[in-house]
């Protein structure tokens, strides 16, 4: 059993190691997969006058070492990356490295600050669990954690920056600058983590050793720090991943803001084609995702000691957040009569004329730059977002279903999944591809199948233990038989509701890969890509950028009450009543 076991773990090291050096490949050979000739980019920047003829742009391949080859390029770079040394801007000619420290050096100041926040506002979510003892804005929770980051970013600039003029909002002068920015990274991390938090104290504040506490007189506020330390262990991974999440965040937060941060400059080198400097900041932000899963990790051992290291606590089932189905429905209406009634107008029509006009009864939700009605394209947008979404949710489901059966195998290919969220993903297959809805697709699907994989590899687990399907190997069924009626049927279904829960919020992911131009491309429709747009007459039209942010809250409302609706339905399923004894009548 034990060497099993032992084999188990190497093929998961194993795994999570090529899939760490299948990044740093993809991330050296950048300039050979992009397709596109950077000689050309090259020449243009040291000289835009000067003639791309094929002499001059051979002799810019030599300087590069381009005509050399995909793994000439990939070991030279590897050897100066061992040495420290990150390469020349192909833009600026000067040293990539200076550059990439001075944007982490931001980034982390950036991200310290939000996750401070982040733990305040958990905080605040728990309280009232710990007072009360039982769940508490379990709701809200879920609502704030649903909503992106690049969202809140707009709406706070539009609003505390632009209309109250309270804090500034573009640069990084002082630390005025930091608020609004940490704020947006803050806010869907700590909602997150307080639902985390508040979804699990309840189950454990009725176990039987926190009954024997009081009984013996201890302390409330003793109580409670137990009853948090019996919580964290299990839910440090999470809180490892809510750090990663605010590494992708950060991308887009610092767009917004004109923070000059990692995330920023890595954005800026993918649009103009800088891929030395590319290389440095994807490979700081790859860097800081991994080393923050490893110190969620580390930290859970600490906390759990070596007693209990091996035993691995794991928490008693949560409770679900209760929805009245009032909820989604209404929010689905509004979405769907929004969305219906801007597929009946045409999303491209352009008249100069009405630039910028004020909503109206000709133009509902106003125009656009170039006079576009706004309802329009909203409409059409959220046909080819969810669309795009529900394709990226299919192939999600496939790979889940595939990896499911090989569980050891995909937890390697899982961790690093886990440490690149989209936003990296996108921007790495924008530099290899092009920016396009095809290559945001294939960003989202490459990182959204792990949660689907977990279900799936439990699942499987679960019914290959069953007992019905030892009485069909008793019975001389085979092992395809076994697997195409039996195993197949019971866990493709539990994990397709999973992943169609995980609609919406793919669809917010696609929606921020438009927003920071990785996505679809103008003139398409698309919600991410017309919250962009709006950016740049924000004070002037701001129901321009306010139509897709409503949009995309009521999205992320729907997500969230729709998936507490069903899993409140799930459990009434499985809850059995008592059998009801019958009394004699009185007298017989």
Aim: hydrophobic letters at 55%.
């Amino acid at each position: 059993m034990k060497v099993r076991i032992g084999r188990l773990a190497d093929a998961a090291t194993l795994t999570r190691l090529l899939c760490l050096i299948a990044v740093l490949a993809a991330v050296g050979l950048l300039p050979w997969l992009s397709g596109r000739d950077p000689a050309l980019a090259v020449l243009r920047a040291r000289s835009a006058e000067q003639d791309p003829s094929e002499e001059a742009l051979d002799s810019v391949r030599r300087d590069l070492g381009l005509d050399a080859g995909p793994l000439s390029l990939l070991g030279g770079w590897a050897s100066d990356l061992l040495r420290g040394d990150l390469g020349t801007s192909w833009v600026s000619g000067t040293e990539v490295l200076p550059s990439v420290v001075s944007g982490i050096q931001v980034s982390l100041a950036l991200m310290g600050a939000s996750l401070g926040v982040a733990l305040l506002l958990a905080c605040a979510l728990v309280a009232p669990v710990l007072v009360r003892g039982r769940a508490s804005a379990g709701a809200w929770a879920a609502m704030l954690a649903a909503v992106p980051e690049f969202l809140l970013a707009t709406v706070a600039l539009l609003a505390v920056g632009v209309w109250l003029g309270w804090l500034p909002t573009s640069g990084w002068a002082g630390p005025e600058n930091m608020v609004l920015p940490a704020v947006a990274l803050a806010v869907p991390g700590g909602g997150l983590l307080g639902r985390l938090v508040a979804d699990a104290l309840p189950a454990v504040l009725d176990e039987r050793w926190v009954e024997l506490w009081r009984g013996a007189g201890v302390s409330r506020a003793r109580i409670a720090g137990a009853a948090l330390r019996r919580v964290l262990p299990p839910l440090l991974p999470q809180f490892g991943m809510v750090a990663v999440g605010l590494t992708g965040g950060a991308v887009a937060v610092e767009t917004v803001f004109a923070v000059p941060g990692i995330g920023r400059t890595a954005l800026g080198a993918a649009k103009s084609q800088d891929l030395p400097l590319l290389q440095g900041s994807v490979l700081a932000l790859l860097a800081l995702g991994l080393v923050t899963g490893a110190l969620a990790a580390l930290a859970r051992r600490r906390l759990l000691g070596p007693a209990l290291r091996d035993a691995s606590l794991s928490l008693p089932p949560a409770r679900p957040v209760r929805a009245h189905p009032a909820i989604p429905l209404s929010l689905f209406t509004v979405l769907a009569v929004t969305i219906g009634w801007g597929l009946l107008r045409d999303p491209y029509a352009v008249n100069t004329l009405d630039r910028l006009a004020a909503p109206s009864w000709a133009h509902p939700l106003g125009t656009d730059g170039l006079g576009r009605d706004v309802l329009a394209r909203l409409g059409h947008g959220a046909a080819s977002t969810v669309g795009t979404a529900a394709a990226v949710c299919l192939l999600s489901l496939l790979i889940a279903l595939a990896l499911g059966f090989l569980p050891r195998m995909a937890e390697g290919a899982a961790d690093i999944a886990n440490a690149l969220p989209p936003v990296i993903v996108g921007i790495l297959v924008a530099a290899a591809a092009g920016p396009g809805t095809g290559g945001a697709a294939l960003a989202v699907a490459l990182i959204s199948w792990p949660a689907l994989s977990a279900h799936a590899a439990a699942l499987v687990q679960e019914v290959r233990a069953s007992a019905f399907l030892t009485a069909q190997r008793a019975i001389g069924a085979s092992q395809f038989w076994i697997l195409t009626r039996h195993v197949l049927p019971s866990v493709a279904a539990p994990v397709a509701r999973h992943a169609l829960l995980r609609l919406p919020g793919i669809a917010l992911a696609l929606a921020s890969l438009g927003f920071l131009g990785l996505g679809a491309q103008p003139p398409a429709p698309e919600w991410g890509l017309l919250l962009d747009e709006s950016r740049a007459y924000v004070e002037r039209a701001p129901w321009a950028a306010l139509a897709p942010a409503v949009a995309l809250a009521l999205l992320a409302g729907l997500a969230v009450s729709g998936a507490a609706l069903t899993q409140g339905r799930r459990v009434r399923r499985r809850v059995t009543p008592a059998p009801v004894k019958k009394e004699a009548p009185v007298g017989v």
